[in-house]
């Protein structure tokens, strides 16, 4: 089986984004793996807010990464500077701190692309003490959590970002069993088709769910990495034409 590992090779003329070194959670484990080079516009980033809340998010700017850069870097710049802001009170409205995070990342994404851009997101905030997680999906491939009889999806809760200025999206929080983990995975992992393209069978998200649901002793890196060994098997090993991503949470026992 062919191993994966993060790729920090640039792309010509195109300025990184700064590095994601994900915080240490305790009582969980958090992690995310692609595969290859990036050449569109998977992102994602993970950053402590507070005592005891992380934030995390999985974002896929439409188009590809060289011309997108500046968007991804936007992205960046608005989740590290409004997370902390908005959410490192100990007595917020979780739920309210989240639409506004959301709003911000979408009118920065607006404004920076002068017009429309489409960018599926899905935003998550941890609370380490009560083992929940608040969050929102602007548009994009549901989350899949599972405890220790299901896996269930957490679907949109509103529209992609980068196209509505006045768009809000709904943030409900769920809770995270002991055991249970959260896995998002991007378009390029679900959409990924058998035999390089010779087929119209994709993976799709009911193969991640199997795969998930049979996973109950992985840390939050190896079921990353498991999940994009086996979309890379489907499709035969053939060359990406998408980027494939996955992050995950894990909660400890």
């Known amino acids: 089986m062919r191993s994966l590992f993060r790729s920090r090779a640039p792309e010509p003329a195109v300025v990184e984004l700064d590095p994601t070194a994900f ?6 484990d958090l992690a995310a793996v692609f595969v290859g080079q990036r050449i569109a516009g998977d992102f994602y980033d993970s950053i402590r807010v ?15 990464r060289a011309d997108n850069s500046d968007l991804l870097r936007k992205a960046q710049e608005i989740f590290r500077g409004s997370g902390p802001e908005l959410f490192s ?32 997101a899905f935003i998550g905030c941890y609370h380490e003490k009560f083992g929940t997680l608040c969050y929102t999906n602007a548009g ?24 509505f200025s006045h ?6 929080t769920v809770a995270l069993a002991k055991n249970a983990a959260l896995l998002l995975v991007s378009r390029g992992v679900v959409e990924c088709t058998a035999r390089g393209g ?5 993976f799709g998200l009911e193969g991640v769910k199997q795969l998930l649901a049979a996973d109950h002793q992985s840390s939050a890196q190896t079921l990353c990495t498991s999940i994009l060994n086996a979309a ?13 991503t996955a992050l995950a949470l894990v909660r400890g026992a």
Do not use: W, Y
């Not at 549901?142 to 196209?163: A, C, F, K, M, Q």
């Not at 010779?198 to 994709?202: D, G, L, M, Y």
């Open 232 to 244: 890379d098997e489907f499709a035969c090993r053939t060359p990406l034409s998408d980027d494939r």
């Open 167 to 172: 768009a809000t999206l709904d943030a409900p």
């Open 23 to 28: 915080p240490k959670i305790g009582g969980a």
């Open 89 to 120: 009170g100990e007595d917020i409205n979780e739920s309210e701190a989240m639409t506004e995070l959301s709003i911000r990342l979408n009118r920065g994404l607006i404004e920076t692309s002068h017009g429309v851009h489409s960018c599926p």
């Open 50 to 64: 507070s005592p005891e809340r992380v934030l995390f998010g999985l974002l896929d700017v439409a188009g590809r």
């Open 198 to 202: 010779q087929s119209n069978a994709e």
């Open 140 to 163: 994009h491939t549901p989350g899949l959590l599972r405890d220790n009889s299901s896996v269930s999806e957490l679907r949109p809760t509103g529209l992609p970002l980068g196209l």
